[in-house]
């Protein structure tokens, strides 16, 4: 896959990050309902999946960045989080959802502000100008 796919999914993993840290914040009982429908089997290994994924994408997008070393960081992070899921079990993976959804409104919303800054941290990182080459001698189509 060319490494400006790899940059523009990496956008849309930032973007979807941004979008479900400002739900949090804003609605943060709301998102304890999203977040416990992931409470089975199937959503656990989707985060799984989800978690590799970025940890891939962000790996192949960072030497495009402008910081090459917090991506590939990030990316191991991702990696770490998507190995470790299925270790701990589905049991263990419930009662860490139940232990989210029981933290206080405020404490949400600080878990939320980490995720929109990650997000918008992202986004910064791997967001570089477009550019358009136009050839010396274009042709012209009639």
Known sequence: MPEQAMVLITLGFAGMIVI?????????????????????????????GLRLTFAIVLWFAAPLSRTVVVLKLLAGLALI???????????????LIDRFLNMPNGLVRLWCIVAIVVGCFVFWSTMRPITIVVPENPVEYI
């Open 20 to 48: 479900l840290g400002l739900w949090g914040f804003f609605a943060p009982r709301s998102i304890g309902d999203f977040v416990r429908s992931w409470s089975t089997i199937g959503g656990m290994w989707l985060a799984v």
């Open 81 to 95: 989080s998507a190995a470790v899921l299925p270790i701990f079990g589905f049991p263990r993976f419930q009662k």
